[in-house]
């Protein structure tokens, strides 16, 4: 299930960051994106829908079913990516930007079936694991991407036209793959045997009470949205998110802005993306075993602000380089860190939709961000975008120490006898 829910995760961050490899690759010359902001609207547009539309389907998802809703998604943004092999402007090149708002919803979906599978310690481990396969697949898309720049020419299309249209058409095929082979929530997914069935539910059942889904009524979503806990792990998505988008989309951009060619720049682009994901399972790895959340976000959080800061002053391209390193440390663990200790905490699915779909739909946000901090005038040390990083990075070190206090406070109540248990989870209590 990991494996598979990973690889169509990696061709969703894929398709989503080909527009950096696409630009330095000629897009820039051929649709003037030198031109003012043109390249960070043109990231951006992709965001609004992107962020608009994750808790209505996470809402939706369970009445579809994971493999409808999945390929309807996956094979969506695929016929996208192939249409922008084709556009012959900016304005259009937004257009279809706008369009590949079909992955909205796909991300959440993915986080809230994979949660409803295992025990709360068990999650960031699978959360890391499904986030390192797709980190190490989408590390190795810059290496493809190049190889697919030497087909400019062929049929009449430009080399990054080429990236788009290849890409599309083999999200398409996995579209069509994942309606055959995605697996649904264990209440319903056909390939489990009754037996085996019974005992993953009741294993859930014994961690946290929540094995079967309740109803998602409008007054559910609306109590669920006026959580403020909700919202803090929300916005530590974000934060965390800005740096992990802002090395997605301008890594390749600023490598060529050292000097680097771009065939260079392209292939360095890989080994901060492998790097990161051995380090997101080692921490996550810790997290599962100490069965601690916020100590290891918080390590991670200051990686991140020290990789940000030497990318952005050093001097020499090499310790520059290793600032990569580091940000993309930091900012990929946080990725499963924030999602397993937000899913950790939540006792009934509705609530789990609306949140999940909630945190994703910041990440959304975290894109708008990273997109137009990231300005084209602060080219090639985006020292502005890297200060906004930074601050955000701190207000995630603030919500971390806010949300561990009420956790913290909520378990003191509920071992002296002050505050009781819901039916159902008696033994639950909140993990820190």
């Not at 300005?375 to 919500?399: C, E, N, S």
């Amino acid at each position: 299930m990991l494996p598979l829910l990973g690889l169509l995760y990696a061709v969703a961050l894929i398709d989503r960051t080909n527009l950096g490899i696409a630009r330095i690759a000629g897009m820039e010359v051929d649709l003037r994106l030198d031109i003012g902001e043109r390249y960070s609207i043109a990231s951006m547009i992709y965001f609004i829908p992107y962020t608009l539309l994750q808790i209505p389907g996470n809402l939706v998802l369970r009445r579809l079913g994971a493999r409808n809703f999945m390929t309807i998604c996956v094979v969506g943004w695929g016929a996208s990516q192939l249409g922008m092999a084709f556009v012959p402007t900016w304005g259009y090149l937004m257009c279809g930007g706008a369009n590949v708002d079909s992955q909205a919803g796909f991300f959440p979906s993915l986080v809230f079936i994979i949660t409803t599978w295992y025990q709360r310690y068990e999650v960031q481990q699978r959360l890391a694991i499904f986030y390192l396969s797709s980190i190490i697949i989408t590390s190795f898309s810059s290496i493809f991407a190049y190889g697919l720049t030497f087909l400019r020419g062929k049929g009449g299309l430009a080399g990054w036209a080429w990236i788009f249209l290849i890409e599309g058409l083999i999200t398409i095929v996995l579209g069509i793959l994942a309606y055959l082979y995605v697996p649904d929530f264990p209440d319903k997914s056909k390939f489990l045997t009754e037996e085996e069935r019974k005992m993953i539910l009741g294993r859930v059942q014994q961690d946290r009470g929540d094995s079967l889904p309740d109803k998602a009524t409008a007054r559910k979503v609306w109590l669920h949205l006026r959580d403020p806990i909700v919202w803090a792990h929300s916005i530590m998505f974000m934060a965390t998110g800005v740096p992990a988008y802002a090395v997605g989309f301008f890594v390749t951009i600023i490598l060529s802005g050292m000097g680097y060619s771009t065939s260079e720049a392209l292939l360095l682009t890989a080994p901060p993306g492998l790097v990161a994901g051995i380090s997101c399972y080692c921490f996550a790895r810790l997290a599962d075993r100490t069965r601690k959340r916020a100590v290891w976000l918080a390590t991670q959080n200051v990686i991140t602000i020290v990789g940000l800061a030497i990318a952005a002053y050093a001097k020499p391209h090499p310790v520059r380089y290793f600032g990569l390193f580091l940000t993309n440390m930091g900012a990929t663990g946080c990725v499963p860190g924030v999602l397993a200790y937000s899913a950790n905490n939540i006792t009934s699915h509705s609530k789990r939709a609306v949140q999940t779909g909630l945190i994703i739909g910041m990440g959304g946000v975290a894109g708008i961000v990273a997109t137009t901090a990231f300005r084209q005038k602060d080219f090639p040390r985006y020292v502005t975008g890297m200060w906004v990083a930074i601050a955000l990075q701190l207000t995630m070190l603030f919500l971390l120490a806010v949300v561990s206090y009420v956790y913290a406070r909520r378990n003191r109540l509920r071992r002296e006898g002050k505050v009781g248990p819901l039916e159902g989870q008696e033994d639950f209590f909140y993990t820190i």
